[in-house]
């Protein structure tokens, strides 16, 4: 549980396709954190779907930025479709979840805070991947 008057909890979720290099996701995620003007370092952690639990690129970046990185399956993903920007057919008919960036966001941030948690920066895209960041606090 997050305590009065302490750092808000940032998560970034992230989505990709198979083989997407942590060159990639890197860059949106520099280039997302940039226009909001919010430092890498204040990130807390990682999440994605379990489908991608072995995906090189997530793992690699993890490793490289030093973030715990967590999967969740889309079943645990669900209750969150309500507060998603937008929801994905095409990604429902892929994962079974309608948005993996910003539901994995907000599930991670939840967990690691025991509270409420919100997308700070809806879904953003690059050809092979998508973040969103949420935030408790």
Do not use: W, Y
């Amino acid at each position: 549980m997050i305590a009065a008057g302490t750092a808000p909890i940032l998560v970034i979720g992230l989505g990709c396709r198979q083989g997407c290099s942590v060159d990639e996701l890197l860059a949106l995620i520099e280039q997302s954190l940039s226009q909001a003007g919010i430092a890498l370092q204040s990130i807390h952690a990682l999440a994605s779907i379990d489908l991608k639990r072995d995906e090189t690129g997530l793992i690699q970046l993890a490793t490289q930025l030093n973030l715990q990185f967590e999967v969740f399956s889309a079943r645990q993903l669900a209750p969150f479709a309500s507060q998603l920007s937008q929801q994905s057919a095409r990604a429902f008919a892929a994962t079974g979840c309608f948005g993996i960036a910003e539901s994995a966001a907000l599930a991670l941030a939840e967990q690691l805070s025991g509270a409420t948690a919100r997308l700070l920066i809806t879904r953003k895209n690059s050809s092979a991947a998508t973040f969103a960041l949420a935030c408790t606090g």
